[in-house]
């Protein structure tokens, strides 16, 4: 399973970004997909996932700003992020959890860092 990240970029302060992220290859089931992100000297932290049956979960610091969905069909999940401060600065990373093929462990896959810099 492969997931390619898209999206980050600068923006100022109160402004928006849409991040994307699409699974590709070998797929027998994505059962969660989401965001995590990692600031300069600080831990990877979660953002938001979202389950196969669409359940979601925030980070308690993004609730009401940030919006995950997905596109089922394309097994791609997005991330609207609204309101965007300086502490959202940080590289944002896909994840995904989900087998390759039917017999296979449940596996947790990440795709590439995307760059998201706010400015004051």
């Known amino acids: 399973v492969q997931l390619q990240a898209s999206g980050g970029g600068e923006v100022q302060a109160e402004g928006s970004l849409r991040l994307s992220c699409g699974a590709s290859?070998?797929?027998?089931?994505?059962?969660?997909m989401g965001w995590y992100r990692q600031a300069p000297e600080r831990q990877r932290e979660l953002v938001a996932t979202?389950?196969?049956?669409?359940?979601?979960s925030y980070a308690g610091s993004v609730k009401g700003r940030f919006t995950i969905s997905k596109d089922a069909a394309k097994n791609t999940v997005y991330l609207q992020m609204n309101s965007l401060k300086p502490e959202d600065t940080a590289v944002y990373y896909c994840?995904?959890?989900?087998?390759?093929?039917?017999?296979?462990?449940?596996?947790?896959?990440w795709g590439q860092g995307t760059l998201v810099t706010v400015s004051s």
């Open positions: 994840y995904a959890r989900g087998q390759k093929y039917y017999n296979d462990p449940v596996t947790a896959y």
């Open positions: 979202i389950t196969s049956g669409g359940s979601t």
């Open positions: 290859g070998t797929i027998f089931s994505i059962y969660v």
